[in-house]
């Protein structure tokens, strides 16, 4: 009942309208015409991430791995916990709870380091990523019209490529070090991805606690690699296209997961 609550919510949320889309679509190919109402709802803000985060809760107590919660406002403060709610990272219950009842003071080394990771975040946010983002935006529509060149194109793809990062890992740090100064202490979630050396390393070091999420949650109980090697890269396809799916509700997200599923 918990993971079905969870996933219809998300699901009516982000993807009923994509849904209602690729339906209309899959009709038009066979010369039909399909007109379907719209749901004209708003998409609230950060539900993927505490999406995850309640169902790891439900996940770890059916597993025995954590004990269930006596009183609901813990629960409540590991879901809506506000430095990392709305863009993660996607904290676990086994990594939050245990630290909820622990005795708080300010030690001057702890504020330290999280005001730094503070500031790297929001150097990384408004001074890296926001530039970059005006010049892509500015030249980005002539990256595909005939004029453009082969040379820009690729320039684009990698300011693009430093813009998503540095917006991405600048928030996940602003996060863990608001969380640290609070006395929390939340995972990392980027390792350097863009070094990294094959498509597996790079799931590894980006986005880190998605990944590992899908791997324990997901790709662990479809069986893994501990089957045979045709199955091993049906597992891993599929939970690819659905990370990719996770991102947005579109198509071209999908392409995207079945690329990473590819490679």
């Not at 408004?126 to 320039?155: F, Q």
Request: aromatic residues 16%; hydrophobic residues 50%.
């Amino acid at each position: 009942v918990s993971l079905a609550t969870n996933l219809g919510l998300l699901g009516f949320f982000k993807y009923a309208n994509f849904g209602l889309d690729s339906a209309e679509q899959v009709v038009a190919l066979f010369g039909l015409e399909l007109s379907l109402p719209r749901l004209d709802v708003v998409l609230p803000m950060g539900i993927s991430f505490y999406t995850f985060q309640s169902m790891s809760y439900t996940i770890d107590v059916y597993r025995g791995v954590l004990a269930p919660l006596r009183g609901f406002v813990p629960f409540l403060l590991y879901i809506s916990f506000f430095p990392q709610l709305v863009a993660g990272p996607i904290v676990r219950a086994t990594e939050f709870l245990p630290q909820i009842g622990r005795v708080r003071r300010l030690h001057l080394p702890v504020f330290a380091e999280g005001m730094y990771m503070m500031i790297v975040g929001a150097f990384l946010k408004m001074v890296c990523a926001d530039n970059l983002g005006k010049y892509v935006d500015a030249h980005w529509a002539t990256g595909y019209s005939h004029e453009a060149s082969a040379g820009m194109v690729i320039v684009l793809t990698l300011l693009f490529s430093g813009q998503i990062f540095c917006d991405f890992a600048g928030y996940s740090s602003i996060a863990r070090g608001l969380a640290l100064i609070l006395g929390y202490r939340l995972p990392v979630n980027f390792n350097a991805p863009y070094i990294a050396a094959s498509f597996k390393n790079f799931w590894e070091r980006w986005h880190i606690t998605l990944s590992s999420w899908l791997r324990d949650y997901l790709y662990v109980p479809l069986g893994g690699n501990r089957i045979s090697r045709r199955r091993t890269y049906v597992n891993l396809m599929l939970v690819m296209l659905l990370g990719g799916l996770w991102h947005g509700a579109a198509v071209t997200y999908i392409v995207w997961g079945a690329l990473h599923g590819a490679g």
